[in-house]
């Protein structure tokens, strides 16, 4: 946040009304790497549309809707049936007083990025950067009065791509595999990849002819991908994640196509038979998993990161699941494992944390970084932590009676099955 602190000392406030309400249609272009600096907008006419894809250009949609005084507004980020809020007090607009021009900036505070552009009426032009990857900004644009994703085109499918789809992501290097659910209506198709580790959120794009488009733009994901329908209907295609990776993936239906259990890749290791920790909370003081208020209770230990979407994900269903079931019998321990080294940005990112889902159960600052490997030496009992979240079931006995890697969030088809399970799992170990 100090980036976002930083500009908007930089611009003299202006009434919230110079930016269109309703819709408009952004791009993120991750082929093009550009330093930070001021950018000049292009004109834009009204007729602008855009009727051919951009390789590697990752569209997302947002709208802007003001508050019955006129002036404040908030901004929806748009991505199939989600909507991601950013608040007035995360959006700066003014006029920047180095360059005379109109400025915004929207900020997406947990996950320490933000968008600054310039804006005339109608469009906007600047870059999303990205504070905890260094020198790390994409290059951004927004026109308002556009509601399509990708194209404007109808062009008539070469199939339809409704069901379930088994996937391999980067073949020829560390492939992993993952189940590709999409619901496709006429030329529009939404859905997400669910993997072994978690699920890749909401998704949305098109379907044109003999090509696949998907993309998702969430504050800390930038996800885009494009794929080819080939004679004997398989997609073959590339995968962007922001502008810092990019792989292959290909694709078949298969309905039948299963993942490894997540309760079956992470588990204690041989000889051990519980799990211990002792980590400060966010006021410092040291917290056990030992201490007698655990004690005879039930505990679920989620490993979690502030920064992690698929942790908020599941951050947001614990957090209503405790505080609606209100049991004494019931604990859960957050351990977030945090980008940030220094003790003070951690704490403030698990405060911000923990007030965003209104968590009433301990969060700790786990010592080490989100490093998979290092968050396993600070937990040696589990044979690695393969996947931010992993959520570790522990019985009164404190017996390790289940260890569960990833999250199928709510953008699955698997999430409404989880929470039954999870429900009854948890209602089990109480009973007993």
């Not at 021009?101 to 968008?115: C, G, K, L, R």
């Not at 292959?248 to 239906?253: D, H, I, L, N, P």
């Not at 209104?358 to 010592?367: E, R």
């Not at 989100?370 to 522990?394: C, D, Q, R």
Request: hydrophobic fraction near 35%; proline fraction near 3%.
């Amino acid at each position: 946040m100090l980036g976002i602190f930083q500009f908007s000392t930089c611009i003299i406030p202006e009434p919230f009304e110079s930016i269109a309400p309703g819709k408009w249609r952004a791009t993120l272009q991750l082929e093009e790497k550009r330093g930070a600096k001021e950018f000049q907008p292009r004109k834009r006419t009204e007729e602008y549309q855009i009727e051919e894809v951009t390789e590697g250009e990752l569209p997302f949609n947002f709208e802007v809707v003001y508050e019955e005084n006129k002036k404040d507004f908030h901004i929806d980020i748009i991505n199939g049936s989600e909507r991601i809020r950013v608040n007035k007090e995360d959006i700066s607009v003014g006029r920047n007083i180095a360059n005379g021009q109109d400025t915004i900036i929207i900020a997406f505070p947990h996950y320490e990025s933000y968008i600054k552009a310039i804006y005339e009426e109608r469009v906007m032009e600047g870059e999303w950067v990205v504070e905890t990857r260094p020198n790390y900004s994409i290059h951004f644009t927004a026109w308002h009065g556009q509601d399509h994703r990708f194209t404007t085109l109808r062009k008539k499918p070469k199939i339809d791509i409704d069901g379930d789809w088994a996937v391999t992501f980067s073949e020829d290097d560390d492939p992993y595999v993952a189940i590709g659910e999409f619901k496709q209506d006429n030329n529009d198709v939404t859905g997400t990849f669910r993997t072994e580790t978690g699920d890749f959120r909401f998704l949305e794009g098109s379907v044109q002819a003999n090509k696949l488009y998907l993309s998702c733009f969430d504050g800390s994901h930038a996800f885009l991908y494009e794929a080819k329908i080939l004679e004997d209907n398989t997609l073959v295609g590339a995968f962007w994640s922001g502008s810092h990776y990019k792989t292959t993936w290909k694709a078949k239906r298969d309905d039948n196509f299963k993942l490894t259990d997540p309760n079956e890749l992470t588990y204690l290791k041989a000889g051990y038979d519980k799990v211990e920790f002792s980590f400060p909370d966010v006021n410092g003081k040291t917290v056990s998993i030992n201490d007698d208020k655990y004690k005879g209770k039930v505990k679920l230990v989620q490993i979690l990161g502030t920064w992690c979407p698929n942790c908020a994900d599941e951050t947001a269903f614990l957090a209503d699941y405790y505080n609606k079931l209100q049991s004494d019998d019931l604990a859960i321990i957050g351990l977030a494992f945090e980008k940030h080294r220094e003790t003070e940005k951690s704490k403030i990112a698990i405060e911000r944390f923990i007030k965003r889902f209104d968590v009433k159960y301990d969060v700790l600052f786990a010592n080490g970084s989100s490093s998979k490997k290092e968050a396993g030496e600070a937990l040696p009992m589990l044979n690695a932590v393969i996947s931010y979240p992993t959520m570790i079931f522990i019985d009164k006995n404190h017996k390790v009676r289940r260890i569960h890697t990833g999250f199928e969030g709510p953008a699955t088809s698997r999430y409404n099955d989880f929470v039954k399970e999870f429900d009854t799992f948890v209602k089990k170990l109480l009973a007993e």
